[in-house]
């Protein structure tokens, strides 16, 4: 069955996971992160200013002003290596998630727009996706094997932690927002 494309492809890695803001869960052959994240121009053209191909890449496909967004991700890695396969970045501009692979091949990072005026909110979305989608998920982003190891009832169980801390990350965020607001 041939696969369509979605997204935009990107033959750049995202920007990583910054370990001081991210909490990490264990579930058996995967890892699930939360972050708040704060993406901003500068720190993108810092990350790729020595890889003149991506930074190039980065410079083309950026929208005026550069990427600018924030808000909570969730990471999914492969707790072996500790590469990341999938993120759902549920930020409050322009929500999203990747696909990414640990090769060149076909691509490495293929970005989905998610649509919140007709899906609502990502989180809940992010979260059924942890929940139930991870073996059909993580195939996409070259991981098939990872996938075949995926325990689902113990992701299940992490799950309910990382919504939490997720879901408190957001109100956290929102309260932040409301009070420089006033």
Known sequence: MHEARIGVIYNM????????DTTWFSAGALSIGVEF?????????ALYKDDPAQLKELLEKSPDGGFADNGVSLHV?????????????????????????????????????????????????????LRSRLPEMLPRAGAADLAAKVDVAL?????????????QAIENIRRLHAATAS
Not at 37 to 45: E, K
Not at 155 to 167: I, K, R, S, W
């Open 13 to 20: 890695a995202p920007q990583p996971p910054s370990d001081k």
């Open 77 to 129: 890695r492969d707790a072996a290596d500790e590469h990341e396969y999938l993120r759902f970045d549920c930020f409050d501009n322009e929500p999203h998630y990747h696909y990414i692979h640990n090769s060149t091949e076909p691509y490495i990072n293929n970005v989905v727009t998610y649509d919140p005026y007709a899906l609502g909110d990502m989180l809940p979305f992010a979260i059924g996706c």
């Open 155 to 167: 992701v299940n169980q992490v799950v309910d932690e990382v919504e939490a801390v997720a879901a």
């Open 37 to 45: 994240r704060d993406v901003n121009p500068d720190d993108l053209l």
